[in-house]
């Protein structure tokens, strides 16, 4: 297994849509395992293909205290959203050390495949809702900041760059 670089936003491969996973193959086994080292390494609870600049629909999220509850979804989708919604401070490995309230479904379900190509579906509330909305948000080429106003924008890309340019950022690579 190896770290996976994460890209840092505003970088523009994280407006990329991801494609459809085709091949279960050792490959995507392979990237689902790195992919849950790097997300435990950084330290984050999810981490979509996008943000390590593999442009498939590919999410790994483990939500447990104990780290050992790692959930692999391949071609993940939302079925159903409660109408419901609630609102979470949410946090992103492409976004660090940035945190902000950002309104969500407060209950989902998922159908995804696991990396032999099986389907199963689940249904998620509260953290894990919203965990598997913002990573099925990074597959559409989508950020959590972009769910806030532009100004607030604006003055995370200014932070952002700073902290990149003095090398203050710590990202897993």
């Not at 970088?11 to 085709?22: E, G, I, M």
């Not at 104990?66 to 949410?90: C, G, H, M, T």
């Amino acid at each position: 297994m190896a770290l996976l670089t994460i890209l840092t936003w505003p970088d523009p491969r994280l407006k990329t849509v991801a494609a459809p996973v085709r091949k279960f193959d050792a490959r995507l086994a392979t990237l689902a395992a790195d992919m849950a080292q790097t997300m435990y390494a950084a330290p984050g609870i999810g981490l979509a293909a996008t943000q390590v600049n593999v442009h498939e629909r590919l999410v790994v999220i483990d939500i447990s205290e104990q780290k050992n509850d790692l959930r692999i979804l391949v071609n993940p989708e939302i079925i159903w959203k409660s109408e419901a919604k609630f609102i979470y401070e949410e946090g992103c490995l492409s976004v660090p050390e940035i945190y902000d309230e950002i309104e969500r479904a407060e209950q989902i379900k998922v159908r995804a495949q696991d990396v032999k190509g099986e389907f199963y579906t689940f249904d998620a509330e509260g953290l894990l809702a919203v965990c598997v909305q913002h990573e099925l948000d990074h597959l559409l080429g989508k950020v959590f900041v972009e769910y806030l106003s532009p100004l607030k924008q604006s003055r995370i890309k200014t932070k952002l760059k700073k902290k990149i340019a003095r090398g203050d950022l710590q990202t897993v690579r």
